[in-house]
């Protein structure tokens, strides 16, 4: 499990100094639905979380940044409205245009 800068929000930690993930949708939701399992119900609960979340650059910017140091038996939760593997594959695609960009 990802661990994170506090147990008030299921934002992923961050390294920026910014309070940035008090102010996430999810920092009064119960962490049980932030990190849904495999049910398309409970992952679609926790999506509808980060539905309009105002912080959502800065959450998913940060679930980026950490994704390449992440195994892929800790790549739970949603963040930035986006699952484990749906993450892995932004990723991956971004990596992928850094190294054609090189
Ligand atoms: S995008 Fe989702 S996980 Fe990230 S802070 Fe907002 S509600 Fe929380």
Redesign the pocket.
């Known amino acids: 499990m990802i661990r994170h800068t506090n147990y008030r929000?299921?934002?992923?930690n961050t390294t920026t100094g910014s309070d940035?993930?008090q102010?996430?949708?999810?920092?009064d939701?119960d962490l049980d639905v932030?990190f849904p399992g495999t049910k398309p119900r409970d992952i679609a609960a926790?999506?509808a979380?980060?539905?309009g979340?105002?912080?959502?650059d800065?959450?998913?910017s940060e679930?980026l940044r950490i994704e390449g140091n992440v195994m892929a038996d800790r790549r739970h939760?949603?963040?930035?409205?986006l699952t484990g593997k749906q993450r892995r594959r932004v990723y991956e695609e971004l990596e992928r245009r850094r190294k054609a960009a090189v």
Request: proline share 6%; glycine share 12%; aromatic share 6%.
């Open positions: 929000t299921a934002a992923p940035w993930t102010h996430g949708n999810c920092a939701v932030m926790a999506q979380v980060c539905a979340c105002p912080v959502t800065e959450c998913l679930a939760g949603v963040f930035g409205g």
